[in-house]
């Protein structure tokens, strides 16, 4: 990400890996889901291994994506945001910018990330706070391929925990318990895939008719 300048916060951008409007396969709901570019913690096996470096990406305004979230709660129905990655927290200034405003747009805001949440509250960042002050979610620990999770939906290895930081969702709610879903979208020549594939659906972007690679990105 290129430096910012005397006039630019670190809120005021972010870099991101992608961005989808409207999923159903990034936790409960409709929600517009965003995947930073870069995480420092390099997990072995992780599931979006070209989102690991932080370089590359898009350099985007904090303020475009929150008018994106905005439009997509209107034009898509969304009922929250979802922040992956990469990792969230190493943009915790415009990812808890974003989250502000989800919230208030009534809003309900979802964050993966690789620190265990007793790690990021140890974090010196104050945006860390800010963020999980405005967090619903918090699905936290690092990704641990020996440890794969076969039960819980959008989760990717059975350590990794489901934090409940208010009240607008529940642990006992049946939607923990559903089948992952996998999605694929073809816009012009670009393929995206985004969720948890079945196993019978791995390798089916692989060799798109339209000679790209896709990104695929997923759950941390």
Avoid at 33 to 57: D, H, I, S, T, V
Avoid at 81 to 110: D, K, N
Avoid at 190 to 216: C, E, H, S
Wanted: hydrophobic letters at 40%.
């Amino acid at each position: 990400m290129p430096p910012l300048t005397a006039k630019h916060s670190a809120a005021d951008f972010v870099s991101a890996a992608q961005i989808v409007a409207c999923t159903e396969a990034e936790g409960p709901g409709r929600r517009f889901a965003l995947w930073f570019q870069g995480c420092p913690l390099r997990c072995p096996g992780c599931c979006n291994p070209e989102m690991l470096p932080f370089r590359g990406g898009q350099r985007i305004a904090t303020s475009d994506v929150i008018r994106q979230v905005a439009a997509a709660r209107v034009g898509r129905a969304v009922e929250g945001v979802t922040l992956l990655g990469g990792e969230p927290l190493a943009y915790a200034a415009g990812a808890a910018a974003i989250a502000r405003a989800a919230w208030q747009l009534g809003l309900s805001v979802m964050v993966f990330t690789g620190y265990t949440l007793d790690q990021a509250r140890a974090l010196p960042d104050p945006a860390v706070t800010d963020l999980l002050a405005h967090t619903d979610i918090v699905v936290d620990g690092p990704y641990i391929r020996e440890q794969p999770e076969t039960r819980r939906r959008w989760i990717g290895s059975a350590n990794q925990r489901i934090r409940f930081l208010t009240d607008r969702y529940r642990a006992d709610d049946p939607c923990w318990r559903r089948p992952n879903t996998l999605e694929i979208r073809l816009t012009g020549t670009d393929l995206t895939v985004n969720g948890f594939p079945a196993p019978a659906a791995v390798g089916l972007w692989k060799r798109p008719p339209i000679g790209r690679q896709p990104r695929t990105p997923r759950p941390a």
